[in-house]
């Protein structure tokens, strides 16, 4: 069983900067690939970015691609959203959730949820 805290959001203009951060309990983090989805009013779940078990290997969705960073740290139980040059169509709902075996863009694939942090971007 795995718990996840997101933290980190907030309010910011555009162009500004964030970093969400998701703690995690449970001794078996570091075997977990992490991602980052977000959901803004009205619309479907989407795919941030992700990241694989040892850091190694990282995806993003093209519309966050050169803007956003995807890092971990396996001692300290955390996945971080780095967030950059932010755009008001970034603003939604973060949530971080953990997958048991590979690392995917797809929700269905993940065994953990977090309960979400807001991040809201004004023009």
């Known amino acids: 069983q795995v718990q996840l805290v997101e933290s980190g959001g907030g309010l910011v203009q555009a162009g500004g900067s964030l970093r969400l951060s998701c703690a995690a309990s449970?001794?078996?983090?570091?075997?977990?690939?992490m991602g980052w989805f977000r959901q803004a009013p009205g619309k479907e779940r989407e795919f941030v970015a992700a990241?694989?078990?040892?850091?190694?290997?990282?995806y993003y969705a093209d519309s966050v691609k050169g803007r956003f960073t995807i890092s971990r740290d396996n001692a300290k139980n955390t996945v971080y959203l780095q967030m950059n040059s932010l755009k008001p169509e970034d603003t939604a709902v973060y949530y971080c959730?953990?997958?048991?075996?590979?690392?995917?863009?797809?929700?269905?694939?993940?065994?953990?949820w977090g309960q979400g942090t807001q991040v809201t971007v004004s023009s």
């Open positions: 959730a953990a997958d048991r075996t590979v690392v995917s863009s797809l929700g269905g694939e993940y065994d953990y």
């Open positions: 449970g001794r078996t983090f570091s075997s977990y690939a």
């Open positions: 990241i694989s078990w040892s850091g190694g290997s990282t």
